[in-house]
């Protein structure tokens, strides 16, 4: 008997979706009329994308089975660094709401820098506060937005 194979595909598919569906549940919960139109657009394209993806993925698996072709799932070392730069990504979310915008992107833009193997020190310094600077500006005074 041959042993089934399923494209990585469908499950991360079947995850974005989950996804979608929450966040679209939260923004017409939690968001007013107005406030909601654009993210639920976006996430009906995000959802279109996902299924589209599991269709995909779902094809891949029926032709691996019929031997036509064959799909290559990822391994762990491919995709190790981009999980783990999604993690600072989360970890820079939730430091911005508890403590403020100014010092978690400080952090997080030198240590974007210091993961991609900048290592000088003037760069690792003037980057960040330049970058930062530049949008606390920009939002504070020419937007004349408040900063979180």
């Not at 679209?24 to 654009?38: D, G, K, M, Y």
């Not at 995909?56 to 072709?69: F, Q, T, V, Y």
């Not at 990504?89 to 100014?102: R, S």
């Amino acid at each position: 008997m041959k042993k089934k194979s399923w494209s990585q595909d469908i499950i991360i598919a079947i995850l974005l979706l989950a996804l979608s569906a929450f966040l679209i549940f939260h923004a017409l919960t939690v968001q007013s009329a107005e406030a909601r139109q654009f993210p639920i657009l976006i996430l009906l394209i995000f959802a279109a994308l996902a299924t589209a993806m599991l269709v995909n993925g779902i094809r891949d698996s029926r032709a691996a089975e019929k031997g036509e072709a064959r799909f290559k799932n990822m391994k762990w070392e491919e995709i190790k660094y981009p999980l783990l730069v999604f993690v600072f990504i989360v970890i820079y979310v939730i430091a911005v709401d508890l403590v403020g915008f100014i010092i978690p992107s400080l952090l997080f833009t030198a240590g974007l820098m210091w993961f991609n193997y900048a290592r000088n020190k003037l760069a690792m310094i003037l980057v960040p506060c330049g970058l930062v600077g530049f949008l606390y500006v920009l939002f504070t005074f020419i937007l004349k937005t408040k900063m979180p």
